[in-house]
């Protein structure tokens, strides 16, 4: 593929603009490997274009995935050309990274799908957003880089809708709230989050109550950004922890109630608004039903 350069724009910018079916990092990686020529030599993505340029890009094949394939169980919601839509079970980690190096999500994804996004890495592969290893529920993927960063600038732009069902304690006073405090890693304790720094970055969750009991009340939550920890986090500092969060301050309990129920987006492939429920978990059924 040859392109002219247009003047003023680094190397890599022109690329991503003229070849936005690759990730920039794919894209980098070509000009770093001599894949990519202006006038015939090789050069540095940082290069500054004057305009006029024959650019030459020879694309090789993308590297195999480095997550091992695992033929373990899937529970698919929803899929097109662009989206996978998985239904996600509370004690999964979605990805390997500290204390999880197999039996992931990805390590399932790698096998049942051949060819997933890799704008988030080798170890990654298609995963756009993230669920707790203790919350269920809906969870997208994309099925290459194109969608991933068309799902990726819906999350930013605020246009995926989330909605959470969560058990919390104690008696939420108000029918419906809304809270906007920013969230920080916590200081003193790592594997924490806080919205208690009045510094982080900028976090929405909004809740309705559903159902009131004597020590709980249900809730459906909706978040408006994707804050590491943030229902949790902001439910919390609200003084009512999600009921078995006990990094949180609830007591333990066999797994925390948060169940990413639904999930609104518009498929990059069929350019539609979908809308994808996960089924309500059995073992969250029976916990109401103790109640």
Do not use: C
């Amino acid at each position: 593929m040859t392109f002219t350069g247009s003047a003023g724009q680094r190397l890599d910018h022109y690329l991503q603009e003229r070849l936005p079916q690759f990730s920039r990092s794919r894209l980098q990686s070509w000009i770093k490997e001599g894949q990519v020529l202006v006038n015939g030599s090789a050069a540095k993505p940082s290069l500054v274009l004057r305009g006029g340029e024959s650019v030459e890009v020879s694309p090789v094949e993308s590297p195999p995935l480095l997550a091992a394939p695992e033929d373990l169980p899937l529970e698919i919601l929803y899929q097109d050309a662009a989206v996978i839509a998985i239904n996600k079970p509370a004690g999964l980690v979605v990805h390997a990274g500290a204390g999880a190096r197999s039996g992931t999500l990805v390590n399932r994804l790698v096998h049942h799908f051949s060819a997933l996004s890799q704008v988030g890495g080798d170890l990654r592969p298609g995963i756009v957003h993230r669920l707790d290893k203790g919350t269920s529920g809906v969870l997208l993927v994309a099925r290459n880089d194109a969608a991933h960063r068309a799902l990726a600038g819906q999350f930013a732009g605020r246009t995926v809708e989330k909605t959470y069902l969560a058990l919390v304690h104690g008696k939420v006073r108000n029918e419906q709230g809304r809270m906007t405090t920013p969230i920080a890693r916590d200081p003193v304790r790592r594997i924490r989050m806080t919205s208690k720094l009045g510094t982080g970055r900028s976090a929405l969750t909004e809740y309705r109550v559903l159902r009131r009991f004597e020590k709980f009340t249900y809730l459906e939550v909706r978040i408006g950004t994707g804050r590491t920890h943030q229902i949790r986090v902001h439910l919390a500092s609200i003084g009512h922890p999600v009921a078995g969060d006990k990094l949180y301050g609830a007591p333990p309990a066999e797994r925390i109630f948060l169940h990413a129920w639904r999930i609104a987006f518009t498929s990059p492939a069929t350019d539609r608004r979908e809308i994808v429920e996960a089924p309500f978990p059995e073992d969250l059924t029976q916990w109401l039903a103790s109640l």
